[in-house]
């Protein structure tokens, strides 16, 4: 079971602290929303993120994948907008009773351009940091660790879940369940979801019970046995990011460069 | 140590007590077993010795246990933390589900209490090399097998260094390498002066290690003593334990003259095979073969 998208490594940028990873991924982001020129995201993406991606050596693992996700979010908003989009009157193309719109296809592929540094940004901060060391740093961060847990939790045992959820409908299937057909796949939700539920509601109590052996909920101050890199270079790196969301943020609503 | 007097539980929902005037001591170092039938209040006083009974689950006491000076009646698990270490039957439902390796997994407990991170790293690599977990020390905890996973909780478990250390049939999913490598572990826990309370069905294994085996049944303690004594009582089955293979064995071979009279019931391989050995000898001494 594939718990999540690392890509195992030891490029430059695996070695960076995973807040610095999140505070680029947030600042490309902010800055590819702030402004409206078109050819702004794309370019954003190729000097900032590209080069990060390769550094990280990651290209063959990120851009397969990047692209199985971004094409199909890009042409659904491509057609959303196109036909759809309020107030459009230059027609493209008619497809019987729709009307492809200029005005559409123009604010789709910006916002499809805007969710490409989006996305690029936040997998290459997946593919590049273990969940388990992005946990550390946010909780060394101060973050409480009980909003941690629960995020780790939620990544980890939501799969788990899956995992047994299948095996109940095989178990199902075996005693003559039929999930075949939209009726049968309704009908199969009551022995499929009573033995999930139930199983489920006994694990929490046996998990609470472990947990409180094995002393979360204690006022201790925690440790950590993952240490998360860190140096004055990228806490200064993360500061000037900031300070470009920021830019980005008040250029925006001072309306320059729109 | 390990005390009990008197010590009766009972549900909120339950209809007769899960343990009866239960009496015992155990003192410290010692590998104490206990065996019973389902239901017969293994797991309740588990729970019991763990913090866990009746603080998380509610329920009526009388008479007293206690661990050390610790009365266990006013001292929930989470302060029982580092001292008492629980491995409960299934490993899946004690992974923290917060880890995404099996090393973070170990180290939970211990990142939990505030151990400083050198002598945090060093009671983990000490743990996996002593269970044979190296090997597996970047692998999610979701992606091992329930083998791997037992030893993954009898690992989070054994780092925290407790003083007394509660197993529920912990090999229970293991195969026997992996159970040979537990109680592997109970021998090193048995030099390191750690009480160990062992909660099994199968007892051909941990037969060989034990210092003691308690039989509970419907709650009381039908029989306390030396593994060679309890576990040869002819009694065994009517309190729902199943006779060693060893000892069945042998008293069958009593049935039929081939086991010296004065030799005690085996409860061990090792004990089994001398005694089969010495009734051979005899029978050619005899000329019986």
């Given at each position: 079971m594939d718990m999540s998208s690392h890509a195992v490594g030891d490029s430059p940028v695996h070695r960076l602290n995973p807040l610095t990873k999140l505070v680029f991924a947030v600042t490309v982001t902010v800055s590819a929303f702030a402004f409206t020129m078109i050819w702004w995201p794309p370019l954003l993406f190729c000097v900032a993120i590209v080069p990060m991606v390769i550094v990280s050596g990651t290209q063959r693992k990120f851009f397969p994948t990047f692209l199985a996700l971004w094409v199909p979010v890009a042409l659904t908003v491509c057609l959303m907008q196109g036909f759809f989009y309020p107030g459009a009157h230059r027609v493209v193309a008619g497809i019987g009773p729709l009307e492809l719109k200029y005005e559409g296809l123009v604010f789709a592929t910006q916002t499809a351009l805007r969710v490409m540094v989006l996305m690029g940004g936040f997998f290459l901060l997946l593919l590049t940091t273990r969940p388990g060391t992005m946990m550390s740093a946010m909780t060394q961060r101060g973050m409480s660790p009980k909003t941690v847990y629960v995020v780790s939790a939620a990544l980890q045992i939501a799969p788990a879940l899956a995992g047994r959820a299948q095996g109940i409908m095989h178990a199902q299937q075996a005693r003559g369940l039929s999930v075949t057909g939209l009726r049968g796949r309704v009908r199969a939700l009551v022995p499929m979801a009573g033995p999930l539920i139930l199983g489920a509601l006994t694990d929490v109590g046996d998990r609470a019970v472990a947990m409180e052996t094995r002393g979360f909920g204690t006022t201790r101050h925690c440790t950590y046995l993952t240490e998360v890199p860190d140096s004055t270079a990228q806490r200064a790196a993360r500061a000037a990011m900031e300070l470009c969301a920021l830019t980005a943020v008040v250029a925006n609503v001072l309306g320059v460069l729109r | 140590m390990i005390e009990f007097r008197d010590f009766s539980l009972t549900y909120p929902t339950g209809s007769r007590p899960a343990l009866q005037k239960i009496d015992f001591i155990v003192p410290r170092g010692q590998i104490c077993a206990v065996v019973g039938a389902d239901g017969a209040g293994k797991s309740t006083l588990a729970g019991v010795i763990s913090g866990v009974v009746p603080h998380m689950t509610g329920g009526e006491t009388t008479g007293w246990a206690r661990i050390g000076s610790r009365m266990l009646a006013e001292t929930p698990a989470s302060e029982l933390v580092g001292e008492v270490a629980l491995v409960m039957q299934n490993p899946f439902n004690q992974l923290?589900?917060?880890?995404?390796s099996l090393r973070e997994e170990i180290a939970f407990g211990l990142e939990n209490l505030g151990v400083d991170r050198a002598e945090m790293v060093r009671r983990v690599e000490q743990v996996m090399a002593d269970l044979r977990l190296t090997a597996l020390a970047d692998l999610s905890p979701y992606e091992m097998s329930g083998g791997q996973q037992q030893l993954l909780a009898i690992g989070s478990a054994l780092v925290m260094r407790p003083a007394v250390m509660v197993l529920d049939e912990p090999t229970s999913q293991l195969d026997a390498v992996g159970a040979g490598v537990v109680f592997d572990a109970l021998e090193t826990l048995r030099t390191q002066g750690v009480t160990v309370i062992l909660f099994e069905h199968r007892m051909e294994r941990p037969a060989r290690c034990v210092d003691r085996v308690l039989v509970l049944d419907e709650g009381r303690i039908a029989a306390d003593g030396q593994p060679d004594d309890v576990l040869t009582d002819p009694r065994l089955a009517d309190w729902g334990v199943a006779p060693l293979r060893y000892t069945t064995a042998a008293r069958q071979a009593v049935e039929r003259g081939l086991w010296e009279a004065d030799r005690p019931l085996p409860v061990t391989l090792e004990a089994a095979a001398e005694g089969f050995d010495a009734a051979l000898k005899g029978a050619r001494t005899a000329g019986g073969l």
């Open positions: - | 923290s589900g917060a880890r995404f």
